[in-house]
């Protein structure tokens, strides 16, 4: 599977985006799907996950209420919806997937085994 996040940019504070990212040589609706993102300087920390069919999610405490997952098996591509964008969400956004059935809550990065390139977030103040 190759992953490909996009649609990350400058925002203000507040402000929203949503990421995109597009999965091709296999059918996406096989794996749960997470977003990870890492600051400088920081570790790669785990932002949300969503199971196969799309109908389970979980999100870091950091993030919830501000950011909705989700996806579109037809069209083999999973959302990051981010909206009150704060500073602190600077960062690049990465998006991988996981092969484990019917589990969500998955925060462990090493779990995942394929990984898109990453898309950069910048939040200003």
């Known amino acids: 599977v190759q992953l490909q996040a996009y649609g990350g940019g400058l925002v203000q504070a507040g402000g929203s985006l949503r990421l995109s990212c597009a999965a091709s040589?296999?059918?996406?609706?096989?794996?749960?799907m997470g977003w990870f993102r890492r600051s400088p300087g920081e570790e790669r920390e785990f932002v949300a996950d969503?199971?196969?069919?799309?109908?389970?999610?979980t999100y870091a405490a950091s993030v919830k209420g501000r950011f909705t997952i989700s996806r579109d098996n037809a069209k083999n591509t999973v959302y990051l919806q981010m909206n009150s964008l704060k500073p602190e969400d600077t960062a690049v956004y990465y998006c991988?997937?996981?092969?484990?059935?019917?589990?969500?809550?998955?925060?462990?990065?090493?779990?995942?085994?394929?990984w898109g390139q990453g898309t950069q977030v910048t939040v200003s103040s």
């Open positions: 969503i199971g196969e069919s799309g109908g389970s999610t």
């Open positions: 991988a997937s996981q092969p484990y059935v019917n589990r969500v809550g998955v925060r462990e990065s090493r779990a995942y085994i394929y």
């Open positions: 040589g296999r059918a996406l609706r096989s794996y749960g």
